[in-house]
């Protein structure tokens, strides 16, 4: 995954990116928890006999089905090469299973601009993260957006203005916390 929290590192085209690695390791957990419900169908009707636990079993695992499908619809991450006049973006895929999203080279004239997404981070006391934020391309209609980098800590304000000055393209904020002085 290409994730940029110095937002003094220098970015350079061509620039490589790879922002699927979240999105792949929720839905390798998704299709593991559905392929062992699913060894727990056959076991149970196959090896003991038992319909009211295989009724219970098929129950879990249209459950779990609902919300895989959940997941593979609203994933989002590529992996692909931005250069000076194209974005490259490679067919997303998580173990052999094809995923929803853009693929396919597009120019840069098909985009409009950079825009950054702050993203808040967990509330509760032990759990790992923070704010992070998502660096995406934004196409024109009838082209897709593309996320270039996830970045942390509100570094994605240096790090969109950075891409937008390289591509010459606006940079623009959505969601950014609001700063109360006193």
Not at 1 to 17: E, G, K
Not at 24 to 29: R, V
Not at 166 to 177: D, I, N, S, T
Request: with cysteine; glycine share 10%; charged share 20%.
């Amino acid at each position: 995954m290409q994730q940029t929290s110095d937002p003094d590192a220098p970015i350079a085209l061509p620039y490589r990116f790879d922002t699927t690695s979240v999105w792949h390791t929720i839905l390798k957990g998704a299709f593991g928890m559905n392929a062992l419900l699913v060894l727990c169908i056959l076991f149970t009707v196959l090896g003991s006999h038992e319909v009211p636990k295989a009724i219970g079993l098929v129950v879990m695992e249209l459950v779990v089905l609902y919300f895989t499908r959940v997941f593979l619809r609203f994933q989002e991450g590529s992996v692909g090469t931005l250069s000076s006049d194209r974005v490259e973006i490679e067919p997303n895929v998580v173990l052999g299973v094809p995923l929803p999203g853009p693929k396919g080279t597009y120019m840069l004239e098909r985009f409009s601009a950079v825009r950054v997404e702050f993203r808040p981070g967990p509330i509760s006391p032990g759990v790992r993260g923070g704010p992070n934020e998502l660096i995406w391309l934004v196409g024109r209609p009838g082209t897709p957006n593309v996320v270039l980098a996830r970045t942390e800590d509100r570094a994605g304000g240096a790090v969109g203005q950075a891409f937008g000055a390289l591509l010459r393209l606006p940079a623009e904020e959505v969601g950014k916390p609001r700063e109360i002085r006193l």
